[in-house]
C-alpha cells in the first residue's frame, strides 16, 4: 500500500477520494439512526418492548462517545487508511450481526461495537479530508466530504424506515452491510494513504487541548448543535402545538435546503470563513425566533437548514486550521466526542421541555443557546 506523504496539488482536487469518505459518513448516519424510524418493527422481532428497543440507538451513540479519543490515541502509528477501512470493515461485521442477532443481548453488543466503529469514523472523516488537498481548498473539501449526513438524513433514512416497514428491519440491516461491503472496495480503490505519527511526531491530547482557539470552538460545537438538536429531534410535537405543516414535508425542506447550505458553503468557506460562520448563526437566531412567533413555520424551517447545513464544515475546518496536519485527526476526535455529547444533552433537554408540556418554548430555548454560540464565534473565531 503506497504511502502519500504531500497533499494533493490544486491541479488533482481528489473527488473520488472525497466522495468515499461522504458515503462514509452517509453509511454511518443510516446506521445510527436507521433502528429509531424501526422500533416496533425491532421489538416485534426481538419480543422486547418499544423502549428497549430504543436503547440499540442509545448503545450506538454510547460506543461513539467512548471510542473515538481513545482509539484514535491507541492507533495514531497505523497509518490513515489502514484504520479507516478497519472502521469501515467494522460498519461491514456488525450490521451483519444486528441484521442476524438470535436475541437482544445480540444486538445490544453490535450496535455498541458498531458505534465504536463510526466513532473512529467522524474522528477521522474530516482530517482525511483536509490532508488530501492544499490549505486553500480545505474548505471545500470538507464540504464535499461531510455532505453524506444531510442526504443520509433528508431521503436515505426515510427510504430505509419505508424499506424497512415492507421486507423487514433484518433485510434492511443487511442491505446496510453490502452498502459496507461495495464501499470498502471503493476505498481501497479510491482513497489515498497518509502515514500514522509515531514517537516524538506524534502529539498530546493536552497540547491540542491547549492550542490557541480549540477550546472555544469545541464550546461553539457543543452550543450550536445542542441549539440544533434540542430542537430539531422534538420537532414534530412542536409543529403540532402549532397545529401546522406535516412533519414528512417539514423534514423534506430543512434537508433540501440544507444541502444547498453546504454546497453554497464549499464554494465560499475557503474565503470567508469568519463571515459564513458569523451569519449562519446569525440566520439560525433569526429563523428560530420566527418558528417561535408565526403560525406558518415551514418558510422558516427552510431557512433553519440554510443556516445551519454548513455548521460541521464551518466548525471543523476552523479546527482545522488551529493544528497541524499531525494533530488532526485528535482535535477531530476531541471534536466528534464533543458533538455526541451535545446530541445527547440536547435530546435530554428537548426531552424535558417536551414532558413538561412546553413543546412550544423549544425555539425560544434554541434562540438563546445560539445567541450565546454566536457571541462566542464573534469573540474568537479569527479570520
Known amino acids: 500500500m503506497q504511502i502519500t506523504k504531500q497533499k494533493e496539488t490544486a491541479t488533482h482536487f481528489p473527488l473520488a477520494g472525497l466522495i468515499a469518505l461522504a458515503l462514509s459518513g452517509f453509511l454511518a448516519i443510516m446506521t445510527e439512526t436507521l433502528p429509531a424510524g424501526l ?32 482509539v484514535i490515541a491507541a492507533t495514531r502509528s497505523w497509518t490513515r487508511k489502514h484504520l479507516f477501512l478497519t472502521a469501515i470493515g467494522g460498519f461491514l461485521v456488525f450490521n451483519t450481526l444486528t441484521a442476524v442477532a438470535v436475541n437482544y443481548w445480540m444486538a445490544l453488543l453490535a450496535r455498541f461495537a458498531v458505534g465504536v ?3 473512529v469514523v467522524w ?20 464540504a464535499i466530504a461531510l455532505v453524506g449526513t444531510p442526504i443520509a438524513l433528508s431521503f436515505g433514512v426515510p427510504a430505509g424506515t419505508w424499506l424497512g416497514s415492507q421486507l423487514g428491519w433484518r433485510l434492511v440491516f443487511g442491505i446496510m452491510s453490502i452498502f459496507a461491503a461495495v464501499l470498502l ?18 502529539v498530546s491530547y493536552r497540547t491540542v487541548w491547549q492550542t490557541p482557539g480549540v477550546r472555544p470552538l469545541l464550546l461553539v460545537t457543543l452550543l450550536w448543535l445542542g441549539a440544533h438538536n434540542s ?31 453546504i454546497f453554497l458553503t464549499g464554494v465560499l468557506i475557503d474565503r470567508h470563513l469568519r463571515r459564513l460562520a458569523i451569519g449562519s ?20 424551517i427552510g431557512l433553519w437548514g440554510l443556516s445551519f447545513g454548513g455548521a460541521a464544515t464551518l466548525l471543523q475546518t476552523a479546527l482545522g486550521q488551529r493544528v ?55 469573540r474568537y473565531l479569527q479570520a
Request: charge should be neutral; hydrophobic fraction near 60%.
Open 123 to 142: 474522528g477521522m472523516l474530516a482530517g482525511y479530508a483536509r490532508r488530501m488537498v492544499s490549505d486553500d481548498l480545505a474548505g471545500r473539501a470538507m
Open 324 to 378: 497541524s496536519d499531525a494533530a488532526l485527526d485528535i482535535v477531530m476526535s476531541l471534536n466528534a466526542t464533543v458533538w455526541n455529547v451535545s446530541i445527547a444533552l440536547a435530546g435530554a433537554l428537548g426531552g424535558l421541555l417536551v414532558q413538561a408540556g412546553g413543546a412550544i418554548l423549544l425555539p425560544w430555548v434554541t434562540a438563546v443557546i445560539a445567541g450565546v454560540a454566536l457571541l462566542v464565534v464573534i
Open 39 to 70: 422500533l416496533p418493527e425491532i421489538a416485534a422481532g426481538l419480543h422486547i418492548t418499544t423502549g428497549s428497543a430504543g436503547q440499540l440507538v442509545t448503545l450506538y451513540a454510547m460506543g461513539s462517545i467512548l471510542a473515538a479519543i481513545p
Open 117 to 119: 466503529a463510526a466513532g
Open 185 to 202: 472496495v471503493f476505498v481501497i480503490r479510491a482513497l489515498p494513504d497518509f502515514p500514522g505519527t509515531r514517537g516524538r511526531e506524534a
Open 281 to 300: 448563526l446569525v440566520l439560525f437566531v433569526i429563523s428560530a425566533v420566527l418558528l417561535g412567533l408565526t403560525s406558518t413555520p415551514i418558510i422558516w
Open 231 to 261: 430542537f430539531y429531534t422534538y420537532i414534530a410535537p412542536f409543529l403540532q402545538a402549532k397545529h401546522t405543516a406535516n412533519v414528512d414535508v417539514s423534514l423534506l425542506v430543512f434537508g433540501i435546503a440544507a444541502l444547498m447550505s
